[in-house]
């Protein structure tokens, strides 16, 4: 079936460092959102793309859409502690309109 | 402006019963959607609600189910309860009809424990 894979699963960072997430779609996104999750909480959305190779900032995040609208990747830069989480991606897939969430990059932040 | 809210928080079952779960949009929210969060399956999409019809729905078996009431307020029920059901029920409110191609904004969820 449709599968939106995110990697790496886990990723333990010292703060400070930089990060990356991977969302990889099995088929063609109309759209890639990004949401985080605190542990313990619900998840909250951070940003949309659709547009193919589309690039957009928040101050030390930074989000991609591929040129195929079929992966995305979120890139913290300077990572802090307040930017431990899980971070989920999102889309829509063309054509068959199946909302699909990746399987999530749980970062974890050492002071 | 209030956030989503479901209520219960936190329920505990056993197999075979069946229960139902709240949840209030945001005001002026028309979209509800709701989600089903397990730490083996991640988050899963289970079906949207517009102006109370169910407009999407997941690949989950004809034992969820959910309504629409015209306040906006949805609820979701399980029915005969399976030990693979325990889990984060999440709904989320849009304001708009393509809910999709919106920011959700989700509640803190229900967490349904099934013993």
């Known amino acids: 079936g449709q599968q939106v894979m995110q990697i790496p699963q886990y990723q333990h960072v010292q703060e400070g460092e930089d990060f990356t997430t991977y969302c990889n779609s099995s088929?063609?996104?109309?759209?890639i959102q990004w949401y985080k999750q605190r542990p313990g909480g619900h998840p909250v959305f951070l940003i949309q793309l659709v547009k193919s190779g589309e690039v957009k900032k928040q101050k030390r995040l930074t989000f991609q859409f591929g040129e195929a609208k079929k992966n995305s990747s979120l890139h913290i830069t300077a990572t802090q502690t307040t930017d431990v989480g899980t971070y989920f991606c999102?889309?829509?897939?063309?054509?068959?309109?199946?909302?699909?969430f990746g399987t999530g990059t749980r970062l974890k932040v050492l002071a | 402006k209030a956030g989503v809210t479901q209520t219960p928080r936190y329920l505990i079952k056993t197999r075979g019963q069946q229960v139902t779960l709240s949840c209030s949009p945001i005001s002026g929210h028309r979209s509800v959607s709701w989600y089903q969060q397990t730490p083996g399956q991640g988050l899963q999409f289970l079906f949207e609600?517009?102006?109370?019809?169910?407009?999407n729905k997941g690949n989950f078996p004809g034992r969820f189910s959910g309504r629409q009431f015209s306040n906006s307020r949805s609820e979701m029920n399980v029915s005969t309860l399976e030990l693979g059901d325990s889990a984060l029920y999440l709904c989320a409110s849009s304001p708009t009809e393509t809910w999709a191609y919106n920011e959700q904004f989700f509640g803190p969820g229900t967490r349904l424990t099934v013993l």
């Open positions: 999102a889309g829509t897939t063309s054509g068959t309109y199946k909302y699909i």
């Open positions: 088929t063609t996104l109309s759209n």
């Open positions: 609600y517009f102006s109370e019809t169910q407009r």
